[in-house]
């Protein structure tokens, strides 16, 4: 059972278009963000991607940032228009045994998700990432949101 779910929305991109590059200063932050959450011992047992070139590359930036090897999963269902309990079913699916799993995604999915699991819409400004904790009576709460203007 997924323990902490945590929700990023992909660095700063050149565009919105399934095809849209990841910014030189997109990655620069995610690098930064995963340098801090590595210094921590933060080490997600999954990471699951959209399939947009610019949640893959945000993804593979924090697998590198994090000093993981591991490869990203893309799911299909973590594109912007899906439903929320879709992508939620496919998460479970591609990750049922992890407890602690990453979904690099998009807006509006990850804050109908947040919102969906914890009753609230956390800003999801690009890079910013939130954990989401499952307790074991499948309740949900918000533990911590970290966002570019965090990491100073």
Do not use: C
């Amino acid at each position: 059972m997924i323990r902490v779910l945590a929700l990023l929305r992909h660095g700063l991109a050149a565009g919105q278009s399934p095809n849209s590059e990841l910014l030189p200063e997109g990655a620069a932050y995610l690098r930064r963000l995963g340098a801090m959450l590595r210094a921590e011992g933060w080490a997600p047992a999954a990471v699951l991607t959209s399939p947009y070139l610019r949640a893959k590359a945000s993804a593979q930036v924090m697998i590198e940032g994090l000093g993981l090897m591991i490869t990203p999963t893309v799911i299909d269902e973590l594109v912007p228009e899906s439903e929320p309990a879709d992508a939620l079913a496919a998460i479970l699916t591609a990750a049922s045994q992890p407890t602690l799993v990453l979904v690099v995604a998009h807006l509006p999915l990850l804050g109908r998700l947040a919102h969906e699991l914890v009753g609230e819409d956390p800003t999801f400004s690009p890079g910013t990432l939130v954990e989401i904790g499952r307790e074991a009576d499948g309740q949900s709460r918000l533990l911590r949101g970290i966002g570019p203007r965090d990491l100073v």
